[in-house]
């Protein structure tokens, strides 16, 4: 019988378990959890990062890998040759409900008590049990991808990839158009420190932040993208468009660049995932030729 062990990594491993995460990407496979998912986590830094992880293992082998994305959400992807295996199955699915039941919080404790969500989408044996123990389905996510073995157009926008001088025009736009509200000074330092954070952290050669410009030369857009190594799926996450700049074809535009550039680094598509409320996105990326694929729910414990 195999032994699953599950631990929360140190670091010096997020270089390795990037590696493992990398080789589970494939067009053939489920979108799950990528290494641009750790990767934009890791604005919180290296240290908060591997603290959020969770591994499960087999002697050396990494067999699982979830990030707690939130107190609440893990979001895990298995090994693709394990996805119907029962005894990891069980393994996660005893972890997940004993931190449920265990008084005190432990180094590897996955969920408070109550309100829970798994976001396993390639970890079939895993949503069996689950449901078995009664999770039922959280929101609809829409997972969406281009082809990259296709031409790619030229993006109607310029678009450069940022650098640190950039930060503070990128964190800018991405703060308007996810928060919609006043940039303080105070925010804005926090946001271009964490943002340096990233870039300079475990997973920062995969990525690259793109901005792009209006036709006078006003960054209006940013995305990254990142790469997961050549002839694999490389993620677009986030896509971003000032709020007062929106509705004017700079999303899709956006999309399109982030898909070229993923090409240029040898992805073998550009995916993205979106919940399927958010009609604008959806929107936006069919516009830019991603395709959406079934849409996927999340399994959620509690209300
Ligand atoms: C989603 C977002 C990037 C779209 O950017 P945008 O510049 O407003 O979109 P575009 O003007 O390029 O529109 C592209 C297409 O989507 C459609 N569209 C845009 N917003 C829409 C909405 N709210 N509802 C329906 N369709 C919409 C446009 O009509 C256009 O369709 P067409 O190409 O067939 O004419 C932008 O709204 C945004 O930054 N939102 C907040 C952050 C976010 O949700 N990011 C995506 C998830 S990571």
């Not at 080789?23 to 908060?48: I, V």
Request: net charge negative; charged share 20%; aromatic share 6%.
């Amino acid at each position: 019988m195999r032994t699953v062990v599950l631990n929360v990594p140190q670091v010096s491993e997020l270089p390795d378990i990037g590696a493992v995460l990398d080789r589970w990407q494939s067009d053939a496979g489920p979108l799950h959890l990528h290494t641009g998912d750790l990767g934009w986590y890791s604005l919180r830094g290296a240290e908060a990062t591997a603290q959020a992880l969770r591994v499960w293992r087999c002697q050396d082998r990494i067999l699982a890998i979830g990030l707690l994305d939130g107190e609440n959400l893990l979001r895990l992807s298995v090994d693709p040759d394990l996805t119907h295996d029962d005894v990891l199955a069980r393994q996660i699915e005893s972890d997940i409900d004993s931190s449920d039941r265990t008084a005190s919080r432990t180094d590897t404790s996955v969920f408070e008590k109550g309100t829970a969500i798994v976001e396993a989408r390639g970890a079939i044996r895993l949503c069996d049990l689950l449901k078995t123990r009664g999770w039922g389905n959280d929101e609809p996510w829409t997972p969406m991808s281009r082809d990259l073995s296709l031409p790619v157009e030229q993006s109607d926008i310029g678009v450069d990839v940022a650098g640190p001088d950039g930060a503070a025009a990128w964190t800018t736009i991405h703060w308007s158009a996810f928060r919609g509200v006043p940039y303080t000074a105070d925010d804005r330092q926090r946001f271009v420190d964490r943002w340096h954070t990233m870039m300079s952290g475990p997973f920062s050669s995969r990525a690259q932040c793109l901005m792009g410009y209006d036709n006078s030369g006003l960054p209006v857009a940013v995305a990254t993208v990142w790469s997961a190594g050549p002839n694999r799926p490389g993620l677009l996450e986030p896509l971003a468009v000032h709020r007062d700049q929106q509705g004017h074809g700079y999303g899709k535009a956006m999309a399109i660049a982030a898909a070229r550039r993923l090409q240029q680094l040898g992805s073998s598509s550009a995916s993205v995932c979106t919940e399927s409320s958010n009609r604008g996105a959806v929107a936006a990326y069919s516009s830019a030729g991603y395709l959406p694929r079934p849409q996927v729910k999340d399994l959620r414990r509690g209300s």
